[in-house]
């Protein structure tokens, strides 16, 4: 293998053969589309991420909601099911409601999510999205505090320290065609980036005892949000719990409640793959052309070579060496070319947007590429390149060493 490796460096590898446009152009194809692979599959990686932490950090790995009239006190429902399974680390109760709030004529639609104050930071982590004020929602002024999301406060023109109305319908007592409604002015202690556009612009989170009061309902709440050991388990384990505590209980993972996004993005990464693939099976093509050119430059060389006894399958070696090369300096320079794009990407989308949130629901992406991804791009690549090395090394295997000597 040394005399292979001897020649490439003798033959292929010299100034003179690196600088043909051949050679540049095979290079810079391979180069350009490892990079373009690259930078698509860690968009796509990055909007998965992106989502999923999204959906984590402000509803828990999984929600439990029992359908019945009679409700226990949460903890005792917590330990029923901690004790069902293990893996179950922390919970914390929550209710939800739909209500509106308006300031200076400006109606806004919004959802309110009640937290218990003493746990909810167990298993949500929304503090990480704080982008102003604090996560107070103790009562201090005679003010209970609500955190809001940036495109809500954006909307009604509301920040940090000022009071916002909630109003929440209720259904008349004697007439269900009816409603009368439950108030409270509570005090902005912080806004928070949620990560998905549609929490931001409608999402407000007080103390679950207000919004106990607001929806007159005394100490019962809507379920609990679980924290467990494994995000990725959440699925298979919602199954499990509901299984074992069976009706009314209802469990809802993380992912099922977009569970089409995530299915479309595996879609798309494969389908990109391949697409986007094509391009370096395009500089392939420039690869076996550069091969061929060299092979017939290099045919006096070869043919002495043969003369003294080289073999067949050393020059197919000699051929698939050099391929595996010029694959390997493509692959790293690629690599190199969609890193530094995916940080322009970064660095732009950071000042000026880059998705619609309304469109997209998130507006910013943690752009990253799984290791399974590079590894796919590395192998596939290589192979490519290696094989293109297949029909230059075959055309010089059967070259008889008279036929390269006869204009000698």
């Known amino acids: 293998m040394k005399i292979e490796w001897l020649l490439m460096r003798r033959f292929f590898w010299n100034k003179e053969a690196l600088s043909t446009r051949s050679t540049l152009f095979a290079l810079l194809g391979l180069s350009l589309g490892v990079a373009v692979l690259y930078v698509a599959l860690s968009v796509l990686s990055g909007f998965e991420k992106t989502l999923k932490n999204s959906l984590i950090?402000?509803?828990?790995?999984?929600?439990?909601?029992?359908?019945?009239?009679?409700?226990?006190?949460?903890?005792?429902?917590?330990?029923?099911?901690?004790?069902?399974?293990?893996?179950?680390?922390?919970?914390?109760?929550?209710?939800?409601?739909?209500?509106?709030?308006?300031?200076?004529?400006?109606?806004?639609?919004?959802?309110?999510?009640?937290?218990?104050?003493?746990?909810?930071?167990?298993?949500?982590?929304?503090?990480?999205?704080?982008?102003?004020?604090?996560?107070?929602?103790?009562?201090?002024?005679?003010?209970?505090?609500?955190?809001?999301?940036?495109?809500?406060?954006?909307?009604?023109?509301?920040?940090?320290g000022d009071n916002i109305t909630l109003v929440v319908p209720r259904f008349?007592?004697?007439?269900?065609?009816?409603?009368?409604?439950?108030?409270?002015?509570?005090?902005?202690?912080?806004?928070?980036?949620?990560?998905?556009?549609?929490?931001?612009?409608?999402?407000?989170?007080?103390?679950?005892?207000?919004?106990?009061?607001?929806?007159?309902?005394?100490?019962r709440y809507a379920g609990l949000m679980l924290?467990?050991?494994?995000?990725?388990?959440?699925?298979?384990?919602?199954?499990?719990?509901?299984t074992k505590l069976g009706p009314p209980h209802w469990v809802r993972d993380w992912k099922s409640e977009h569970e089409n996004t995530f299915a479309a993005?595996?879609?798309?990464?494969?389908?990109?793959?391949?697409?986007?693939?094509?391009?370096?099976?395009?500089?392939?093509?420039?690869l076996v052309s550069n091969l061929l050119l060299q092979s017939m430059q290099k045919i006096s060389e070869l043919s002495v070579l043969k003369s003294f006894g080289m073999r067949?399958?050393?020059?197919?070696?000699?051929?698939?060496?050099?391929?595996?090369?010029?694959?390997?300096?493509?692959?790293?320079?690629?690599l190199i070319l969609g890193w530094l794009i995916s940080v322009g990407l970064t660095f732009y989308q950071a000042r000026f947007g880059l998705i619609a949130g309304s469109v997209y629901q998130i507006s910013n992406i943690d752009l990253s590429v799984r290791a399974w991804d590079l590894l796919a791009i590395i192998i596939s690549t290589l192979l490519i390149s290696v094989l293109s090395g297949a029909i230059p090394a075959l055309r010089a295997a059967r070259l008889l060493p008279s036929e390269g000597l006869k204009n000698d």
Not at 265 to 286: G, L, N, Y
């Open 265 to 286: 993005v595996q879609i798309e990464r494969r389908i990109i793959f391949f697409v986007v693939f094509i391009i370096i099976i395009v500089a392939a093509f420039s």
């Open 57 to 160: 950090d402000v509803g828990g790995h999984l929600k439990l909601v029992k359908r019945s009239g009679h409700q226990e006190p949460w903890q005792e429902l917590f330990a029923q099911v901690q004790a069902l399974d293990q893996k179950v680390l922390f919970g914390t109760p929550f209710l939800t409601l739909e209500g509106v709030t308006a300031t200076q004529g400006v109606v806004q639609g919004i959802l309110i999510q009640g937290l218990d104050e003493k746990t909810y930071s167990k298993v949500l982590k929304i503090e990480d999205r704080l982008v102003q004020g604090t996560l107070d929602l103790t009562k201090k002024d005679r003010l209970f505090g609500a955190v809001i999301g940036t495109e809500l406060a954006s909307r009604i023109g509301k920040t940090v």
């Open 227 to 242: 924290k467990i050991s494994d995000a990725d388990a959440a699925e298979n384990m919602a199954v499990e719990l509901i």
């Open 172 to 219: 008349g007592e004697l007439e269900t065609t009816g409603y009368r409604r439950s108030m409270g002015q509570f005090q902005i202690r912080g806004i928070l980036d949620m990560g998905k556009y549609d929490w931001n612009e409608r999402l407000v989170v007080i103390e679950l005892s207000e919004a106990q009061r607001l929806a007159e309902v005394k100490n």
């Open 312 to 334: 067949s399958r050393q020059v197919i070696r000699l051929f698939f060496i050099q391929g595996l090369a010029l694959g390997l300096a493509g692959v790293s320079l690629g």
